[in-house]
T-cell receptor, first 114, second 116 residues
C-alpha cells in the first residue's frame, strides 16, 4: 500500500509562471489536506478537500491559489503568477475520514521561485 | 483557535544522553496532541499522539510524551538518543470536534542535533 505520493518533489518556476502540485492520497483515503511550510516555520494549514468538494479553504491566500480534488485523479494545488514569497515546501496529507488523527503526510513538493 | 509554542528552536545533545523537547499549547477547548518528526528533505512522520486516557504516551523509536493538562504541555522525551534521531520535531494540536477539527496547528519546530 503506497503512501501519500506528491510530485514533483522539486519544482523551479520563474516569477509570473504557474505552479501545479499534485497529490495522490493513500488508497482508500478520500480526504486531502494541503499545508505550506515556509523557511524556519512550522506547517500552516491551507485547504481541506474531499472528492469534488472544497470543505475548508480558510488558510488559502485569497488570490492566485486554488485547489481541487476531482472524482478521478490526484488533488492539485495550483499557484498562478508565482512570486518569490511562494517559495516553500508544500505538503499534502490524506486520511480515510475527516479527522487528522489518522492523517498521513507525503514527502512534499519544494517550490523555488527564481 | 489554538496555538502551539515550542520553546527551543535548536537542541544539541550528545549521543546516548537523554533529551526533552518542550511543547506548550493554548486552546479554549480540549485538544488532541501530536508529535511529528521530519528528517531532512522528507515529509512528516507521526511519532505519537494523545487522544484520551493515560497521560503518558509511548511512540515509535523509543520516544514518549506526557500530557499535562494543568500546565498545557506535551513534552517529548527519550532516555537515550542516537545519531539517527537528528531531525526536526514538530508538536501539533487539533480540536477533537467542531470547527477546525480537521486542521492541525503546528509549532515552529525544534531541531535536534545528536553529537557523536
Amino acid at each position: 500500500n503506497a503512501g501519500v505520493m506528491q510530485n514533483p518533489r522539486h519544482l523551479v518556476r520563474r516569477r509570473g509562471q504557474e505552479a501545479r502540485l499534485r497529490c495522490s492520497p493513500m488508497k482508500g483515503h478520500s480526504h486531502v489536506y494541503w499545508y505550506r511550510q515556509l523557511p524556519e516555520e512550522g506547517l500552516k494549514f491551507m485547504v481541506y478537500l474531499q472528492k469534488e468538494n472544497i470543505i475548508d479553504e480558510s488558510g488559502m491566500p485569497k488570490e492566485r491559489f486554488s485547489a481541487e480534488f476531482p472524482k478521478e485523479g490526484p488533488s492539485i494545488l495550483r499557484i498562478q503568477q508565482v512570486v518569490r514569497g511562494d517559495s516553500a515546501a508544500y505538503f499534502c496529507a490524506s486520511s480515510p475520514q475527516g479527522q487528522n488523527t489518522e492523517a498521513f503526510f507525503g514527502q512534499g513538493t519544494r517550490l523555488t521561485v527564481v | 483557535a489554538q496555538s502551539v509554542t515550542q520553546l527551543d528552536s535548536q537542541v544539541p545533545v550528545f549521543e546516548e544522553a537523554p533529551v526533552e523537547l518542550r511543547c506548550n499549547y493554548s486552546s479554549s477547548v480540549s485538544v488532541y496532541l501530536f508529535w511529528y518528526v521530519q528528517y531532512p528533505n522528507q515529509g512528516l512522520q507521526l511519532l505519537l499522539k494523545y487522544l484520551s486516557g493515560s497521560t503518558l504516551v509511548k511512540g515509535i523509536n523509543g520516544f514518549e510524551a506526557e500530557f499535562n493538562k494543568s500546565q498545557t504541555s506535551f513534552h517529548l522525551r527519550k532516555p537515550s538518543v542516537h545519531i539517527s534521531d537528528t531531525a526536526e520535531y514538530f508538536c501539533a494540536v487539533t480540536p477533537p470536534r467542531g470547527a477546525g477539527s480537521y486542521q492541525l496547528t503546528f509549532g515552529k519546530g525544534t531541531k535536534l542535533s545528536v553529537i557523536p
